[in-house]
């Protein structure tokens, strides 16, 4: 092995040499030196697979970054693919990393441009669907090489199918399966080169998790989220009729990777089919004649792989066993995978939208119309629709009731909107009719009702369990009613719901599932179906292949979700009352918190305060954004709905959230019980949602209620030792002269007894026991001393004698002498007072 990395470093060219690069640890050393072709072939015993792979693995350690993908683009050059074959599989696991999650790979996830230059544009370069990766599997393709892939690691349904022996629906798995002999372990997948990685590639999104300190990473910076939408352009173009031209090496013509061809037919809607692609060729005079015809499988395999892997996590089975509350979750997305499938839908639209307008309805279909046009029209519906809407329905059921929902919800969003990725968008932006839903789009409305209809009252039942007070929440909430209300949508909805509902008159029941089963991912390189022209079979079949034959189906538009549409609509009301009431005490708060609050004059307690949100972290431009959402919200979902302003006031009164005629709120919805009010389910709510409050304030032992921020704590603690020490020496002559009738009795039961305590309304019963069973006799109370307010107000009064030339001493007596005469006259009102209720 030393004499072959020798003799290898002296056949490297110079021009390979390179000055060693700096490269981050998180980026994994892939070392790769050059053999020529010429040295290859001077020494025959060089070329077993295994001494190069060898070789690769024992440099992966000594290699710059730069320095070892120039040296790949050599091997890829000159070696031949006999050789290319046995490295294939270790190289994508080292771009990729391990299935298993434990090698990291190239970490394409967290490599930014902006963070690391150098690596992020060699590997972008060296990835890129016309670079050198993608030559070495097209050369390996040209070869029909096939490479090992385990079942195991492919998504929960096609795992469970296949480990049963069933095969799944989508033709991506279809004479592919290899099951082990008897007493065998593991099955395995037999995938071509462009397949093997693909499935890496897509699966690398799932199986790799961040590393720590990533987690702030911008998903559409990196290289990842890039080369997706790079293969997407490149794979599923949106101009032209054929993919890319394939760019030949300066050694020579780069060999054309062969088109898939399926030892079996297909099954496509329930119905055997004869190879589109096949059908296609034997049309065409020369088979030069349309390059599509031998490309298409690259775009067709593409699609069904990040669909696979990215979505196909739920099958309907399993979304019926979710629906219990007892049911665990078997795959959790995350944020970032949530972004990369909202790329792709927008792609999907802008892909499927670029069809020619001749183009668009099937019965235009001709053979002269290139395959790559009619995979356009398949794409979605065939491909994507059913995986999807099972995704979405997972995500809207259990993803956390937090702000990161918004990425799910703009992924909902970008697909219930493909005219936003039509061509003529552009032309019409200046046009005041450009916000019109086109009756071009009814079609897809109706075959996507689920989509909009289910979904929609999913969203309901999220939104009327968040905090709309959140400017985040109020956001979503805001964004779902903003696109449903866009002109013509709702009635196409409703159009929808009307044809589901019609009557079946002539369509057999067990039809239903004809055209439309969950083999709707069934291959392109098969023939289309009869083309269905009946509008209510085509949303009947939708929704039966969606839900089951045996679905409840609850109408959009419908007496139950009106009802839920409007509970949200007096949530969205009690929550601008709420953030403007917020609002409010916030800025009383701050304009006379900062000093008063040192002095004391203000307490700081919080006993009555409104739940914390983030509008107190934001401020007064985040109110004012909410009550913008929630007000144009309110807004949209009057006019899908056509509430009227009545209503809207009718139920705002029923729910309480009107103010007394003293302007303060009312207490929260309670009823009367033996040991006091106990509160309602709804009074609950308000309090939570911080919609109403009880008036809270301390009703324990003054001297031992806990030390608050405008005292000093230390002088505190000395003035109740203090006068703790002075009531249990004095305790009985105190008690004496409290119990005296006359002037000094009073003067003394003024100054030693707290004032009202015994007619204090004490809220807790446990309170108004304790009280009773613990009678508080005469004290001394010293705690006012402690006070910040009173030692400066002492100062105070010092320091405007001393203008006077009034020293301490009979300053001090003047103030002794003018709390007696007020003493003496608070003593007298609250004597007369007394005897004034009696």
């Not at 400066?792 to 300053?811: T, Y």
Request: some cysteine; hydrophobic content about 40%; proline content about 7%.
């Amino acid at each position: 092995m030393t004499t072959f990395r020798r003799r290898a470093a002296e056949w490297r060219s110079p021009s390979l040499r390179r000055a060693t690069l700096w490269v981050p640890q998180w980026f994994p050393k892939v070392a790769v030196f050059s053999v020529p072709q010429e040295a290859a072939m001077a020494f025959p015993h060089l070329q077993q697979p295994s001494f190069l792979l060898a070789s690769l693995k024992a440099d992966s350690v000594n290699k710059p970054f730069a320095q070892r993908c120039q040296d790949l683009v050599k091997v890829i050059e000159d070696f031949p693919a006999k050789e290319l074959h046995a490295i294939f599989p270790w190289l994508v696991e080292s771009i990729f990393g391990s299935l298993d999650g434990v090698l990291v790979g190239w970490n394409l996830r967290c490599l930014q441009g902006r963070v690391s230059p150098v690596e992020y544009s060699i590997a972008m370069e060296f990835l890129d669907p016309g670079g050198p990766m993608m030559k070495l599997v097209y050369k390996l393709q040209a070869e029909d090489y096939k490479f090992d892939f385990p079942v195991s690691y492919l998504p929960g349904p096609v795992k469970a199918s296949i480990q049963e022996r069933v095969l799944p629906d989508s033709p991506l798995y279809h004479n592919k399966v290899q099951f082990p002999p008897t007493g065998g372990l593991g099955l395995n997948l037999a995938l071509n080169p462009f397949e093997y990685y693909m499935f890496f590639f897509a699966l690398s999104l799932i199986t790799q998790k961040p590393l720590p300190g990533t987690l702030h990473i911008r998903t559409s910076d990196c290289a990842y989220f890039i080369l997706v939408d790079r293969y997407l352009s490149w794979f599923l173009p949106t101009e032209g009729s054929v993919l890319p031209a394939l760019s030949s090496s300066p050694g020579g013509p780069n060999p054309s990777p062969a088109p898939r061809t399926p030892t079996m037919p297909f099954a496509s809607y329930g119905l055997h089919h004869t190879s589109l692609l096949k059908r296609h060729i034997s049309h065409q005079t020369s088979v030069n004649a349309d390059p599509a015809s031998h490309e298409i499988w690259r775009s067709e395999t593409l699609l069904q792989v990040f669909v696979e892997m990215w979505l196909h996590h739920y099958s309907l089975e399993m979304y019926q066993k979710m629906q219990s509350p007892h049911a665990k979750e078997s795959f959790t997305p995350t944020e970032e995978h949530v972004l990369v499938v909202r790329l792709l839908l927008k792609h999907l639209h802008a892909f499927s939208n670029s069809l020619k307008p001749e183009q668009v309805s099937p019965s235009t279909h001709s053979h002269a119309t290139s395959p790559l046009e009619e995979f356009k029209r398949a794409a979605v519906p065939r491909f994507v629709q059913q995986k999807l809407y099972l995704f979405l329905q997972h995500c809207f059921g259990h993803w956390p009731l937090d702000a990161s929902f918004r990425a799910v919800l703009e992924m909902w969003l970008s697909y219930l909107q493909p005219w936003r990725y039509a061509p003529e968008k552009q032309a019409q932006s200046s046009d005041c009719q450009a916000r019109c839903v086109s009756e071009r789009w009814a079609p897809f409305v109706q075959e996507n009702l689920l989509m909009y209809t289910k979904l929609f009252v999913g969203f309901l039942s999220r939104a009327l369990r968040t905090d709309l007070v959140s400017p985040k929440n109020a956001l979503m909430v805001f964004r779902v009613a903003k696109v449903f209300a866009q002109p013509n949508l709702a009635e196409m909805i409703q159009k929808g719901e009307q044809l589901f509902l019609e009557p079946e008159l002539v369509i057999p029941h067990r039809q239903h599932r004809l055209f439309t089963a969950p083999t709707f991912t069934g291959s392109f390189l098969s023939s289309w179906p009869p083309a269905v022209t009946d509008a209510s079979f085509k949303v009947k079949s939708h929704v039966y292949s969606l839900e089951g034959q045996d679905c409840k189906y609850t109408p959009m538009f419908g007496p139950e979700v009106r009802t839920l549409v409007l509970r949200l609509a007096q949530l969205i009301t009690q929550a601008k009352q709420t953030a403007k009431s917020i609002s409010d005490q916030c800025g009383e708060s701050t304009a006379g918190r900062p000093f008063l609050s040192w002095l004391g004059f203000c307490s700081t307690d919080t006993n009555g305060s409104y739940a914390a949100n983030d509008l107190d972290e934001m401020g007064q431009d985040s109110v004012r954004k909410t009550d913008e959402y929630l007000e144009k919200a309110l807004e949209y979902l009057c006019q899908m709905f056509r509430l009227s302003e009545a209503q809207l006031t009718q139920l705002t009164l029923a729910l309480g959230t009107t103010q007394d005629e003293n302007g303060k709120k009312q207490l929260p919805d309670c009823v009367v019980g033996e040991d006091g009010l106990i509160l309602t389910p709804l009074g609950r709510y308000q309090i939570i949602n911080g919609l109403r409050r009880f008036d809270i304030e301390y009703q324990g032992d003054s001297e031992l209620q806990p030390i608050r921020s405008y005292e000093i704590a230390s002088l505190v603690r000395v003035l109740f030792r203090l006068s703790s020490a002075i009531n249990r020496r004095f305790a009985g002559p105190m008690a004496a002269l409290c119990s005296r009738a006359d002037f000094l009795g009073s003067f003394c039961r003024y100054h030693l007894t707290e004032p009202g305590l015994a007619d204090r309304h004490l809220l807790s019963p446990v309170a108004r026991g304790c009280a009773a069973r613990r009678p508080r006799g005469p004290r001394l109370s010293l705690r006012f001393l402690g006070s910040y307010r009173t030692l400066l107000s002492l100062l105070l009064a010092f320091f405007v004698a001393s203008l006077f030339c009034i020293g301490p001493l009979p300053c001090a007596l003047l103030l002794v002498l003018g709390y007696l005469l007020y003493a003496v006259a608070m003593t007298l009102l609250t004597e007369r007072s007394k005897l004034h209720h009696l």
